[in-house]
């Protein structure tokens, strides 16, 4: 993604990653300055990111090139607090009790903006795990009432990447750079596998959980994931609650998926009630899988919390021309603008995947512009309004042809 151009032809740099290396893509913050910091191409490797050159514009960046003086890794999450920038990742490129490893899970910290970086990690440690080969899997970084929210999961052995277990979520302190439970539990400036297991710190206990993600109202906290239920062979969407005294987990309403994989988030609607954005109901599990990880995709959907009950609303199916397979919230985002997704790819080399906000995007909402470019084509710039409601509306196609796949979808009809 890192090399496709928008109509300022924004080019960050190549990425160093071959394009079959699913682990990879970018992830983005951004300053209170309004400078753009976006993280890419590394998998247990350096961390690379470039940086806006202007605020608040993406027509020209300066490559940043790698993080050489912190330890290399994978999965970047980046936060911007109080003017400085964190970056939560898994950190090495092999398992061992030594760090860095996969075991672990670390926090740098730039306070110039530029590229002087300090470790501050390692603040997960799950190398004391009876098993060996426990891979620190860090799903979500978020700032909350000056905390630095952290949400993971273990995943085990090689392939490390499934099977993967438990729910786990804790809060960093960049004033006296601890760790926290969310009961305020002080664990250290690292917390470790005896720590974190049969702690407040776990949210969830039990095998096959992934997708772990989390949001916030007030002092209550909310961790959503997917979890296979071995009694039913159906890998479900659940929400994790922080009461204040210990975590309550329930069933996301009737919301299954096909693939433990799939992913999904949690947030506060505008009314104050939680909804889940999952990527849900997308076909039958196959009962003969002992743990379904593929295949990924499905519906995308929206489960409402409310009077104590869970509704439901389907906002894009899966047809037999289109299968979505990413989904992403925006940060806080209103009602009006709560997520982007795009649909599933057929083979790793066809980037040119539509892409489609979610929300009230027309009337008293500002109008999107798609001034991506996922393909090789010249760039579109598009503006699309539609109704004043929610809905799916496409805003790039992907293509450079407004009319290369037909209309958008919204509600759930074309």
């Known amino acids: 993604m890192t090399r496709r151009c928008s109509a300022h032809k924004p080019r960050l740099d190549t990425t160093p990653l071959v394009k079959t290396d699913l682990p990879g893509p970018p992830t983005l913050t951004i300053d209170k300055g309004g400078t753009l910091y976006v993280f890419y191409g590394c998998h247990n490797t350096v961390i690379r990111y470039a940086q806006s050159s202007n605020p608040y514009e993406t027509s020209e960046w300066d490559d940043m090139s790698g993080l050489t003086s912190v330890p290399v890794g994978a999965y970047p999450s980046p936060v911007t607090y109080d003017g400085d920038i964190y970056v939560l990742y898994r950190t ?23 590229d002087t970086w300090t470790d501050l990690g390692p603040v997960i440690d799950t190398s004391g795990h009876p098993s060996s080969g426990n891979d620190a899997c860090v799903f979500d970084f978020d700032e909350h009432n000056g905390k630095l929210h952290m949400s993971w999961v273990i995943a085990r052995g090689d392939p490390h990447g499934l099977p993967r277990a438990h729910a786990f979520h804790a809060y960093f ?32 206990q039990g095998q096959n959980v992934n997708n772990t993600k989390h949001a916030f109202k007030d002092d209550t906290v909310y961790v959503s ?50 909804e889940v954005h999952p990527i849900a109901h997308g076909g039958e599990v196959d009962e003969n899988e002992e743990v379904p990880v593929e295949p990924r995709g499905g519906n995308v959907e929206v489960y ?12 894009a199916p899966t047809t037999n021309f289109t299968t979505w397979g990413r989904l992403s919230l925006v940060r806080d985002g209103p009602d009006e603008f709560p997520a982007l997704f795009c649909e599933k790819s057929s083979s790793f080399a066809i980037p040119n995947i539509r892409l489609f906000a979610k929300g ?25 309004e539609k109704g004043d409601h929610e809905g799916a509306v496409q805003v790039h196609d992907g293509s450079g042809d407004d009319n290369a796949y037909g209309p958008a979808v919204r509600n759930g009809e074309a």
């Open 173 to 204: 302190d960049p004033d006296d750079e601890s760790v926290y439970g969310v009961d305020g539990t002080e664990f250290g400036s690292t917390i470790t596998w005896d720590e974190m297991s049969d702690s407040v710190v776990q949210a969830f």
């Open 360 to 384: 009230a995007v027309g009337q008293n909402a500002t109008a999107l512009k798609a001034s991506l470019q996922t393909g090789y084509t010249p760039p579109l710039d598009l503006t699309r």
């Open 92 to 114: 090495g490129d092999t398992h061992k009790n030594s760090y860095p490893a996969h075991e672990h899970g670390t926090i740098i910290r730039s306070t110039d903006q530029r």
């Open 304 to 315: 409402t919390r409310q009077d104590g009950n869970w509704t439901h609303r389907l906002v």
């Open 225 to 274: 994931f997917t979890h296979h239920n071995p009694d039913t062979n159906l890998v479900e969407w659940r929400l994790a609650t922080w009461d204040g005294s210990e975590w309550d987990v329930e069933q996301v309403g009737d919301a299954v998926t096909k693939a433990l994989t799939n992913n999904g988030q949690v947030r506060i609607n505008d009314t104050g009630n939680r």
